[in-house]
């Protein structure tokens, strides 16, 4: 669940306003994009990681943030390894490493209640434009419900085929994946519509 993802300290990062920081994090993408030097770029994370000090968020916790996308950061340097070279390979690397710890971070010093009630006032000003603040919070709130479940249903079919000795295919990992979370998103559908 996403409130699994708080981590509940009494640091000023966790006492701070939640639109404060959610506007924060695309003035650090802003950064980490326009800086071409890797120098930069690194001080950049290691900012991010002193921001982690700071919040007293343990080890392990942000030792996972890094596991979790272990697997895409290693396919994105290999192929940038290959077709732009060592230097933008780490670079980007370093870059996207930055940008999602600094997005955990956020996830994790704040709670979801407080991260919507930001976003719905942010947007509430758009409604001259037409925008309906409650339903695009209701829609953000949702992805981050339901992002950390769909991970635990990967994890529960992984576990369940490896316990029948089903070889790890892609495709028959994904399939009961898809259908378990098109299952759920029906459910949620229709307990919102029945609210109206």
Do not use: C
């Not at 409130?3 to 306003?17: E, G, I, K």
């Amino acid at each position: 669940m996403i409130a699994a993802l708080y981590v509940d300290a009494a640091s000023p990062l966790h006492r701070m306003r939640a639109g404060y920081k959610l506007v924060a994090l695309p003035i650090l993408a802003a950064g980490l994009f326009a800086a071409g030097n890797p120098a930069l770029i690194a001080f950049g994370l290691a900012l991010v990681l002193a921001l982690y000090a700071a919040a007293r968020i343990p080890l392990a916790v942000l030792a996972a943030q890094v596991k979790a996308v272990a697997p895409v950061l290693a396919l994105l340097f290999l192929v940038q390894l290959w077709l732009a070279g060592a230097e933008v390979a780490s670079v980007t690397a370093l870059r996207f490493v930055a940008l999602i710890l600094g997005a955990s971070l956020i996830t994790l010093t704040t709670r979801t209640g407080a991260m919507i009630a930001a976003l719905e006032g942010a947007l509430s000003k758009l409604a001259l434009l037409g925008v309906d603040a409650a339903k695009v919070s209701l829609a953000i709130s949702l992805v981050l419900r339901f992002v950390p479940v769909i991970g635990e249903v990967f994890q529960e079919v992984r576990e369940a085929q490896a316990a029948r000795g089903q070889s790890r295919s892609l495709f028959a990992l994904a399939v009961p994946v898809i259908v378990r979370t098109l299952k759920m998103a029906d459910e949620i559908a229709e307990a919102i519509d029945a609210r109206s």
